[in-house]
């Protein structure tokens, strides 16, 4: 689990939420400033009094939208959990960029149960439905919960075959938009036994920058990736490239080199990636599903633990001028994780105090 | 090359001929008596002796059988080449059970270039024929000759791919034998640009038994072995394994899990096998064809040099009794190779001293 207090009140994850609802701060730059500030709150008043000082247009998230948003999902039977809640996926914690909080609608108990991902091409062969039906289907037998996109194609037969043992789809927009539309039953059949998660705000639709960020999470609550189907650079790829980043196991279907949708999936084959052909190959090399979680896969990214954030700031500073730095020079100087250098940088731009270049160079302003 | 007597004139040739055509005797034994009496006339000689103290029905091939086969070699423009000829493949010396002698159809020349065999099922699909004509093409481009085996399907397509740059088919029956009968066209054509190898008796029709003996020699004249579409338990994949012994790459074309035509080839990349979709996946993995052979692939096996025939024959002997022995207690006890026991029991069988017994076991005779 990250560094953060001990279990928080309905307000503090109201605060959570504003943080993370508000501009320019992803997961990372969240928990950076959650440990600069302690807590979401202090976080909060710090970057009003930082973006009042600098007369910029950046724009937090008003507790009036938060609450909106915390009521919409009482709402509609939809959860928000934040990472440090008992329901909240323990396996997701492990990644640097961990979501604070998830929207949630179905059922929060298969949440934190071994799951493996089933992914693939959208405009999959009938041979590739067929088959990630069955593999979701036997891996479900052997109690494992299937995870998977909602996408056409592969994704979809992979929710279908594992309807009955419990599915996971994690999704690229806001918990309350279904896309592609066609997918609202099975959407809600999912609901019924599985979980649909979202990481995004309410009522956000999904473009296509959206979806290699979903994909971190569909490995991430995963202890294993099978990939059916995927063509060279396509968002399954993204996937085994996330789970192998994230210590994933990753398995591949292979296929005829004359089929454009094997590239993928033989190419990964040829990196290391166990082949694939029935449900026994991917059971034969996970550890029984009732094996508790590696403890590589429970811990928290623990980097941002050694920051001394107060000498981290002067020494920074020092380094900068009106002549434009490289932030890669400021990383090598200081030996920290670019995205710390990048949460400075953040406050100071709000404060006006730097000024940011092409060719990701900053320049103190006069 | 094995160890036998210089360069060696016409009636040499004739009693190597002899000698391998003659009942019971295969490549190995062939190696083995050579290297216990010098010469294959020496061999001849002595088993004659034998044959007669042992008064067998045992029948050594006739000296007129081994000229007529020459003769008709000569006549129908195929030549008879022994192992210890400039032309031999060079590359087949390394193996323990090289042939003495080879019958060739066609250009002497191609035999000692290098070579990439291309193996898979009679029953393959479009899909696997397109693949074999093409890689064929591509890599006889790159300056590799094809081996194959002449049998429908993906052999087919493999000599049809490379008939330009040069291809070689080692067929399982007699030289003058064309199988299967459709491929008659084919068989001339490879002989026009490549050649047709034997290492069977003239006018041996091919059963059963004979197919695993020739794939060894596919694989044996290849520098590597591609096997595109091979069901389990196929001949492709005994191909495949004596690729394995002999120290040759394997490699193989990926398939659908659907498709039994694929078992084998994915289970060979599972097992290890470089996976391939292009002939540009074979050419990174081979040295280029200009470079030399291998010094390993040119020695030849050498496991017959040391023995000590007179002293080992005494001491195996002794061993034997009225009450049958195990041959593997025989070849464990003695430390040397279970062929050259074997050369001991069929000289001691011709004389009639010993007797089989189910269960590979042998005793003295009263």
């Known amino acids: 689990m990250h560094p953060t207090p001990s279990p928080h009140s309905a307000e503090d994850k109201l605060s959570w939420l504003r943080l993370i609802r508000s501009e320019k701060i992803g997961p990372i730059t969240f928990w950076q400033l959650l440990n600069r500030y302690g807590t979401a709150k202090h976080a909060l008043e710090a970057l009003t009094r930082l973006t009042q000082r600098g007369k910029t247009s950046y724009r937090l998230a008003s507790e009036y939208e938060a609450e909106k948003e915390l009521k919409f999902h009482h709402k509609q ?3 928000l959990l934040t990472a440090l809640e008992p329901e909240f996926p323990q396996i997701l914690c492990s990644l640097t960029d961990c979501p ?6 179905g059922q929060l108990d298969i949440l934190n149960q071994p799951t493996l991902a089933i992914v693939g091409a959208r405009n999959s062969s009938l041979n590739g439905r067929h088959l990630a039906e069955r593999l979701a289907t ?9 995870a998977s996109g909602l996408a056409r194609g592969i994704d979809r037969f992979a929710h279908q075959g594992s309807l009955q043992t419990g599915t996971l789809a994690v999704i690229a927009g806001g918990i309350n938009v279904i896309y592609p539309p066609e997918h609202q039953d099975l959407y ?5 036994t599985g979980a649909i998660i979202s990481e995004m705000p309410l009522s956000l639709h999904p473009t296509a920058n959206h979806f290699p960020r979903r994909n971190r ?3 991430g609550i995963s202890r294993g990736v099978i990939v059916i ?6 968002g399954s790829l993204i996937t085994a490239h996330a789970a192998l980043e994230q210590g994933r196991e990753v398995f591949a279907v292979p296929g005829s080199p004359l089929d454009p949708r094997c590239r993928g999936t033989n190419n990964l084959i040829r990196q290391g990636a166990a082949l694939v052909e029935s449900a026994q190959d991917i059971l034969s090399v996970m550890e029984s599903p009732l094996s ?3 403890a590589e896969l429970t811990q928290s990214s623990t980097f941002l633990r050694a920051i001394n954030w107060c000498s981290l700031e002067t020494d920074v500073l020092a380094d900068l001028s009106l002549t434009p730095t490289a932030l890669d020079t400021l990383v090598q100087r200081h030996a920290v994780p670019v995205q ?3 949460t400075l940088l953040l406050e100071w731009e709000l404060e006006g105090r730097i000024q940011r270049h092409p060719g990701n160079m900053v320049s103190l302003v006069l």
């Open 77 to 79: 039977g939809f959860s």
């Open 100 to 105: 604070p909080l998830l929207s949630i609608y």
């Open 138 to 146: 036997d891996v479900g037998k052997a109690g494992w919960k299937v």
């Open 188 to 192: 809600h059949a999912i609901a019924q």
């Open 217 to 219: 999470l569909i490995s």
């Open 229 to 234: 189907e995927a063509a060279f650079k396509s």
């Open 292 to 294: 508790s979680l590696p």
């Open 340 to 342: 710390t250098i990048l």
